[in-house]
C-alpha cells in the first residue's frame, strides 16, 4: 500500500495522505461531476489505511468551497477515521477563512455530528 496523492483541478481538491506520517489533506475546491466516483478510490484506500493505522493520524481541511455532495463524502471520511480511535490518535484540523462564514459554520456542524476531536483553525490563506 502506498501513499495517496491527487493533485487539484479547477473543480477538484488536492487530495494528500501519507499512510506512513498519519498526515492527511485535503484542499482545494471540492465540486466535481460525480463526488461519489470522484471520492471512491480515496475510500478504498482508507479501508487499507484502517487495517494498519500510523499511531497518529490528522486530517486537515482546507477547503475554499464545496458541493453538497461532497460534504456527504467528508462525512463518509470522518465515519472511517472513526473506526481506528482505539489504534491510532485521530484528529480533524478544519480550516476557513476568518471572514468566511459559511465555512466556519460547516466545520462547526460536522463538529457536532462526529466522534473524533475538530480543531477550527482560522487560516491566512488558501
Not at 98 to 123: A, N, T
Request: with cysteine; charged share 35%; hydrophobic share 30%.
Amino acid at each position: 500500500m502506498g501513499n495517496y496523492t491527487l493533485k487539484p483541478t479547477p473543480k477538484t481538491p488536492k487530495l494528500s495522505f501519507d499512510k506512513d506520517s498519519g498526515e492527511f489533506q485535503i484542499s482545494g475546491r471540492s465540486i466535481p461531476e460525480n463526488s461519489i466516483e470522484f471520492y471512491r478510490p480515496l475510500m478504498g484506500w482508507l479501508d487499507d489505511y484502517l487495517k494498519k493505522p500510523a499511531s497518529k493520524t490528522v486530517l486537515t481541511i482546507n477547503l475554499e468551497y464545496f458541493n453538497t455532495s461532497s460534504s456527504k463524502c467528508l462525512v463518509e471520511v470522518f465515519r472511517k477515521l472513526e473506526n481506528i480511535r482505539e489504534r491510532s490518535d485521530v484528529k480533524v484540523r478544519w480550516h476557513y477563512e476568518e471572514e468566511d462564514e459559511d465555512m466556519l459554520e460547516s466545520g462547526e456542524d460536522f463538529k457536532k455530528i462526529i466522534k473524533i476531536p475538530l480543531d477550527l483553525v482560522v487560516s491566512d490563506s488558501y
